[in-house]
T-cell receptor, first 115, second 108 residues
Framework: DARVTQTPRHKVTEMGQEVTMRCQPI?????VFWYRQTMMQGLELLAY????????DSGMPKDRFSAEMPDATLATLKIQPSEPRDSAVYFC?????????????FGSGTRLTVV | QKEVEQDPGPLSVPEGAIVSLNCTYS??????FMWYRQYSRKGPELLMY????GNKEDGRFTAQVDKSSKYISLFIRDSQPSDSATYLC????????FGKGTMLLVSP
């Protein structure tokens, strides 16, 4: 089965450090989402891309978060500087949208702990 | 009011029961409706996908969408302990908006 691959699976870092999370979407998918999941807020949309172009990043704290797709096989989410409130599970999801949407496949997530 | 409302549960049922999970929403622009299942410490997994109002069946799972009432449901027949997970509804216009999920516990 095709899958979305996220690395690292776990990350523990100190406050103030830079964190980079990576996502390899499913080959051929043209849409990529980044979500953050916490117990309190559930799944929150951070950013999304269509054909590598950023379409919406209104959910991201712009002063510290950035999302990019340097090529079709890689999406990155960076936090600089990280803060304890950024501790969460970060998910990447990819899908094919061409007129219609057919649902999205999620990766296994990056569990981030900022101490 | 949140765009998507979902009872967090937990919902506890015995094995073999019929389970009904529901979401309400406020955004009339939502066109696609999905149900995801999430096991502990895993990513959400797409279970069912529907477009517009109506029913869709897949094995033991049935998804219903009533756009006039802004209400969607997922029914699980003959529930199994392996169905124990958190079920998330999701709705799409340009982006994908999730409910907070309902935790389901099916006891043997």
């Amino acid at each position: 089965d095709a899958r979305v691959t996220q690395t690292p699976r776990h990350k523990v870092t100190e406050m103030g450090q830079e964190v980079t999370m990576r996502c390899q979407p499913i080959l051929g998918h043209n849409t990529v989402f980044w979500y953050r999941q916490t117990m309190m807020q559930g799944l929150e949309l951070l950013a999304y891309f269509r054909n590598r172009a950023p379409l919406d990043d209104s959910g991201m704290p712009k002063d510290r978060f950035s999302a990019e797709m340097p090529d079709a096989t890689l999406a990155t989410l960076k936090i600089q500087p990280s803060e304890p409130r950024d501790s969460a599970v970060y998910f990447c999801a990819s899908g094919l949208v061409f007129g219609q949407s057919y649902g999205y496949t999620f990766g296994s997530g990056t569990r981030l702990t900022v101490v | 009011q949140k765009e998507v409302e979902q009872d967090p549960g937990p919902l506890s049922v015995p094995e073999g029961a019929i389970v009904s999970l529901n979401c309400t929403y406020s955004n009339s622009a939502f066109q696609y409706f999905m149900w995801y299942r999430q096991y502990s410490r895993k990513g959400p997994e797409l279970l069912m996908y529907t477009y517009s109002s109506g029913n869709k069946e897949d094995g033991r799972f049935t998804a219903q969408v009533d756009k006039s009432s802004k209400y969607i449901s997922l029914f699980i027949r003959d529930s199994q302990p392996s169905d124990s997970a958190t079920y998330l509804c999701a709705m799409q216009d340009s982006t994908l908006t999730f409910g907070k999920g309902t935790m389901l516990l099916v006891s043997p």
